[in-house]
């Protein structure tokens, strides 16, 4: 298995994932307000920006519009999904396979693990598998990591954020996505807990250029390695002014404030 730092997906130990599984997971009202971006080659324009160090979609856009892009995007091939019509316990159909995904020519792989599920044993049991075939290909792994459940009633609040990273180290991820747990300091206690692993911020619905920018600001104060962001990205009318303004604040480490000034 290579290092994780030496991965194409990683820049200066960071990375910025740019996510567009959205119209699996949530359906197209998500591209309700940004109608072009329903045409996934927009936002694969948009991952050919420096800060972007990998997309990641489902199979069936990897097959349709990653040839085009190959040479100008890294590919995160994201092996699970389900969509928003499910109604049962939180679980996820593994769409992809390891071989098939080296095959479409990924960078690396992400898997969706929703822990404390009723059906977390059948997930994480899925997660070994992909886990395990992914290191004979070099493929590391980016786990969602995302405790919900009947028995979870709020799913970002600190320890289970901590809880989402450990799990996630323990199982063998190089990278853990995890949502926000409200502050500072818990995300740095959730850093913590993931050990030597990875740590990414998951976006969120979208929010003003301040408010995410100040966000990101402060997980990396944190010691988080970066985002997995998609909404407050492609949903934005200028995608590519927020991507300047995040690469200051993830690898250069600025300030919100210093990043938008500069790239106002
Ligand atoms: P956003 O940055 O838009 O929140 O996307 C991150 C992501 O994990 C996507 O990969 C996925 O489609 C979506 O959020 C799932 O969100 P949730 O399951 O919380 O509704």
Request: include cysteine.
């Amino acid at each position: 298995m290579i290092p994780i730092d030496d991965s194409p997906i990683v820049r200066d130990g960071k990375s910025l994932i740019l996510a567009m599984d959205h119209g699996l997971e949530h359906g197209p009202v998500d591209f309700e307000d940004v109608p072009e971006k329903l045409d996934p080659s927009t936002v694969f324009e948009t991952a050919t920006h420096d800060a972007v160090t990998a997309m990641a979609v489902q199979k069936g856009i990897a097959e349709g519009y990653y040839p085009s892009y190959e040479d100008n995007v890294n590919l995160l091939l994201k092996l699970n999904g389900t969509s928003n019509l499910w109604m049962g316990e939180p679980d996820s159909a593994v769409n992809c396979s390891v071989d098939y995904a080296a095959e479409l020519g990924a960078d690396a792989l992400g898997f969706t693990v929703y822990g404390g599920s009723n059906h977390e044993i059948e997930m994480v049991e899925e997660f070994r598998d992909a886990q395990e075939k992914g290191r004979e290909h070099d493929l590391p792994m980016v786990m969602w990591s995302y405790p919900r459940g009947q028995g979870l009633k709020n799913d970002t609040k600190p320890g289970t954020i901590s809880y989402a990273t450990r799990l996630a180290l323990e199982l063998g991820a190089d990278i853990a996505k995890v949502k926000y747990p409200g502050s500072k300091d818990a995300m740095a206690h959730a850093v913590k807990c993931a050990g030597d692993m990875k740590v990414v911020m998951s976006g969120g619905s979208k929010t003003s250029d301040y408010e995410f920018l100040s966000q990101v600001e402060a997980v990396i104060d944190a010691g988080a390695k970066g985002l997995a962001v998609g909404r407050n990205v492609w949903q934005r009318e200028n995608p590519t002014q927020l991507l300047d303004a995040l690469e200051k604040v993830i690898y250069e480490e600025e300030t919100a404030d210093a990043a938008l000034e500069a790239t106002e």
